[in-house]
């Protein structure tokens, strides 16, 4: 059983919930950008949360199915169709044997994920089934996905779990609340101020390594550059620009720009689906504050 | 016994133990007797632990681990390293051949220390070099007490490509590329061995604390262990020191 690909899209990659526990020897953890919506699509399809997924960039695949199987297309709303009927987001489908899936491009969100029941059962490589395209590692060979790839599908262990659920992609302003620290202290309260207060601009160069954004720049006081220290999902470093850089799946281990803040688990998820252009504003949490929002974060996940 | 570090919240998943803000011998063992205690502790709920020159970042997950016991086992790890015995150098050995297509930058190196590149060679090959840090890339192990006399600035301009196993210098310090990788470093030689093999276990033999040592191969040597490595013989030799 399995899914063959005949247009890969732009960028489309297995991934899981990441790779846990070689950040000491220098591997990305990868894994979904959007967790939200890989948890949430791999509860309905009645998964495990960690089940391995295929992530689209901005365009999609086309793709037929070799056999009767349970689909979700997950977060930004790519104009999916099944053969030629249009498809919800965030909603459980059964195709059957032959059954052909495309995607154009997003129409809201900037990636989406196509969980299938069973999960794809490409091979486990040091834990996880993600891709890390840097180290050529996991996923399909640790590479994007081509035409003419036969995408595995493992077995089915339970029932599916309800329809559909809610899944809002950022529309307008995306609000992203982060904690100042590792190395907050490098900058003036005035840049702290402005950091908080103003309105970031996403750019092109935005990738699943890290999010950049553009506003007006930042003066540490010590100059932004540090003896390397490691690196946290969601540390926003600023580097000589003054621009700042939000380390996402991607990102590497360790780094030495000075980090001012860092994002909370629970909003990654925003900005994983923010697209060029959009817009970014970070609101101030402590630390106790932020992780109060994942022990919500986490009961949200399990709302029917 | 008065506290040594500071930690530096990084949102809700993670802390960072900072002993220091600069690159030094002393940072780096309270570095690696911290991270061995930590380990030894083995919590349940601590996902990642990433040792640096001068810090130690702990990923965990709030729900399994309450910050408050994490914040106590720190502390308990941070007041054991001063008692903690001295153990055993592992010293990993990596053959490795100079100049030539493997080294395109000795000549820079040499130059830039005004000598000639076979004393490059001698000076680079003579110490044994602790693990500050590994970083950049799985297995890019980096260097820090490399004979001064051999910095050198990174390039000007980096390279799109240097080849698995390069051997670089850039400024202080010393380095391996463990796989295909852009990178502004001097390369002045390469090793036919993985120091990162997805097959193999770990991929990565070596950690932050770990020590290695250059062996200067010929060109005779460096295709004959090539060939075994591609017969599958992945095996990065170590001895006790």
Redesign the interface.
Known sequence: MALHILQPGALSTIQDLGRKGYMKDGFPQSGAMDDYSLIRANLLLGNDKNAAAVEMTITGIRAYFDAPCAFVAAGGDFGGKWNQTPILPNTLYQAAEGDELSFSAAKSGCRCYLAVQGGFDVPLVMGSRSTTLKCKLGGLDGRKLKKGDVLPIGEVKNPTKGSSFLNPMPDGEIIVRAVPGPQDDFFTEEDLNLFFSQSYCVTAESDRMGMRLEGQPLQSKNGTDIVSDGIAPGSVQIPASGQPIILMADRQTTGGYAKIATVVTSDLHLLAQAKPSDKVRFVRLNAREAREALKQYRAELLIP | MTETYRL???????V?V?FG???SEENSAKVAAFTARMNQFSLAGI???????????I?FD??VLS?SELEKTIQKAAKRQARRKQEKKRIFILPVAYGSEFGPDLERVASCAGISPIEVVRRHATRIYRID????????P?LSEMDPTLETPRLASPRTVIPTGSVGIGGKQTGIY??E?PGGWNLIGRTPLLPYD?NRT???PY??GDYIRFLPILRAEYERLEKAVAAGDNIIPWEEG
Request: proline content about 16%; aromatic content about 12%; glycine content about 4%.
């Open positions: 530096l919240p990084c949102a809700d998943r993670a960072t900072e803000n600069t690159i996902e990642e632990i990433i040792p640096t020159y001068r810090s130690v970042t990923c709030p729900e910050f840090m590994i970083g950049f890339l799985p297995g890019f980096y463990p796989m990788s997805k770990p991929p990565v950690q932050t």
